[in-house]
């Protein structure tokens, strides 16, 4: 059975426990140090392998121009960049930075997937 509007109104209202607010930490006293995971993206990178496990390296044919794409790259582009540079200096490489990919000029599959065989351990 539904209470009355009367009744409604008679009942004892118990009061509610305070309960203390809280106080955020001004924003100007909040280094970047401080941050969790502030280190990501600064001269290093990450490289997610394809469902097959094998490395997102693809040579790619347009006309008579071939070039080797390296995708999903997350984190510092121009650090994977100087590292390619370092292990293979004759390498042409540009860079989509939006994108999160490198074109290397030749086909040169075989080198980055032997070389990060070697130096990327996941």
Do not use: C
Not at 28 to 35: A, K, N, T, W
Not at 64 to 82: F, N, V
Not at 84 to 110: C, R, W
């Amino acid at each position: 059975m539904r209470p009355t509007p009367t009744a409604l109104a008679l009942r004892v209202k118990l009061p509610k426990p305070e309960l203390p607010r809280y106080v955020f930490q001004d924003l100007s006293s909040v280094s970047y140090r401080d941050l969790p995971n502030n280190g990501f993206g600064i001269n290093n990178y990450y490289i997610t392998k394809t469902k097959f496990h094998h490395w997102p390296v693809y040579k790619k044919i347009q006309n008579t121009k071939i070039t080797t794409e390296i995708k999903r790259i997350q984190g510092d582009l121009h650090k994977l960049k100087q590292d390619l540079l370092d292990a293979y200096p004759h390498f042409e490489i540009n860079m989509n930075q939006s994108a999160g990919i490198l074109n290397i000029k030749g086909d040169v599959t075989k080198e980055v997937n032997e070389l990060f065989d070697r130096q990327i351990h996941l």
